[in-house]
C-alpha cells in the first residue's frame, strides 16, 4: 500500500512543472488518501 503511494506521488510531482501545480497535486493526494479513512 504504501509503495503503491509513493509511487503515485512521485508520478505526479514528475507530471507538474510549477510549484502551484505541486501543491495542487499534492493537496489533491491528500484528500485522497484522508477519504480513505
Given at each position: 500500500?504504501?509503495?503503491?503511494?509513493?509511487?503515485?506521488l512521485?508520478?505526479?510531482?514528475?507530471?507538474?512543472?510549477?510549484?502551484?501545480?505541486?501543491?495542487?497535486?499534492?493537496?489533491?493526494?491528500a484528500?485522497?488518501?484522508?477519504?480513505w479513512?
Amino acid at each position: 500500500m504504501r509503495k503503491l503511494i509513493l509511487i503515485a506521488l512521485v508520478a505526479a510531482l514528475a507530471g507538474c512543472n510549477t510549484v502551484a501545480g505541486v501543491g495542487e497535486d499534492v493537496s489533491g493526494g491528500a484528500r485522497t488518501v484522508q477519504s480513505w479513512f
